[in-house]
């Protein structure tokens, strides 16, 4: 970077966490907030907002302040392809696939994301979250969900 230039990454960091926080704290507006004694449904994300709010700023003010620093890499392409899908495809499969099925896949799919991932490591690794998410969210913690769904003529 040139002399007097500015930190760009934590430049676009501080303004993303600061309108972040402006549009959680304006969808969290038209709830009742109460007070610190007798909290609203909006108050603990308003105060989140706040601090998300004032995290951005810190980050924005210091960016501003100090010369140098990075410029952005490479978008990692791979990471966005397979990390984002994973969660999604849990949420609208875990009720018809069931629990066991769905988490399974869904480690699959996000073991992905890593070039350096190999598909006998990536089963591996599946078949060790879906056993110890299963011991503990079934077992454990009781949770009520089913561990074979509908979709499955198990």
């Known amino acids: ?3 007097g230039s500015k930190d760009t990454t934590d430049v676009v960091t501080g303004i993303l ?4 926080a402006a549009l959680f704290g304006w969808q ?3 709830l009742n907030i109460g007070t610190a004694f007798r909290m609203g449904p909006g108050y603990f994300p308003m105060i989140l ?3 998300l709010f004032v995290l951005g700023l810190v980050i924005l003010l210091k960016a501003l302040k100090t010369p140098g620093g990075e410029p952005f890499g490479t978008i990692a392409w791979r990471g966005i392809v397979f990390i984002l899908p994973a969660p999604i495809f849990f949420g ?3 009720r018809g696939l069931g629990f066991v099925p769905s988490i399974f896949v869904t480690t699959l799919i996000a073991a992905m994301a890593s070039a350096r991932m190999k598909p006998l490591p990536a089963v591996l690794l599946a078949i060790v979250v879906t056993v110890f998410s299963t011991l ?3 077992y454990a913690l009781g949770l009520p ?3 074979f769904g509908p979709w499955l003529p198990i």
């Open 145 to 147: 969900f089913r561990r």
């Open 49 to 51: 907002s706040g601090l």
């Open 92 to 94: 609208l499969t875990v």
């Open 1 to 3: 970077m040139t002399p």
């Open 28 to 30: 969290t507006s038209t």
């Open 136 to 138: 503990v969210f079934s």
């Open 17 to 20: 966490l600061i309108l972040t």
